[in-house]
């Protein structure tokens, strides 16, 4: 699946962005799809993920209450939703798929297919 990542930008300390992530190529609605974020000099990390029926998500610990995932299988496309952000959120956000469908996965070596990355960079 070929996946194509929109809606970084600045923001200040507090306030809201939403990212999408548009998907073509395989069949979108049977795979999960996770939101991953780096940081310069950090490691890439997980951030969200939802199931492939949309029922279910999971967040880390750091994002929890703040950001939501949601997805929207006739658009083929899913969303992050984040709110309150904070300066430590800076990163660049890549959307992903894995390779396996019908199953939901969290760690960034079981996704294959990734979008290009869109800069959230939060002023303090």
């Known amino acids: 699946v070929q996946l194509q990542a929109s809606g970084g930008g600045l923001v200040q300390a507090g306030g809201s962005l939403r990212l999408s992530c548009a998907g073509s190529?395989?069949?979108?609605?049977?795979?999960?799809m996770g939101w991953f974020r780096q940081a310069p000099g950090k490691e890439r990390e997980f951030v969200a993920v939802?199931?492939?029926?949309?029922?279910?998500?999971y967040y880390a610990d750091s994002v929890k209450g703040r950001f939501t995932i949601s997805r929207d299988n006739a658009k083929n496309t899913v969303y992050l939703k984040m709110d309150g952000l904070k300066s430590e959120d800076t990163a660049v956000y890549y959307c992903?798929?894995?390779?396996?469908?019908?199953?939901?996965?969290?760690?960034?070596?079981?996704?294959?297919?990734w979008g290009q990355g869109t800069q959230v960079t939060v002023s303090s």
């Open positions: 992903a798929a894995p390779s396996e469908r019908l199953r939901t996965y969290f760690a960034p070596a079981d996704f294959h297919s």
């Open positions: 190529g395989r069949t979108f609605s049977r795979y999960c």
């Open positions: 939802i199931s492939w029926t949309g029922v279910s998500t």
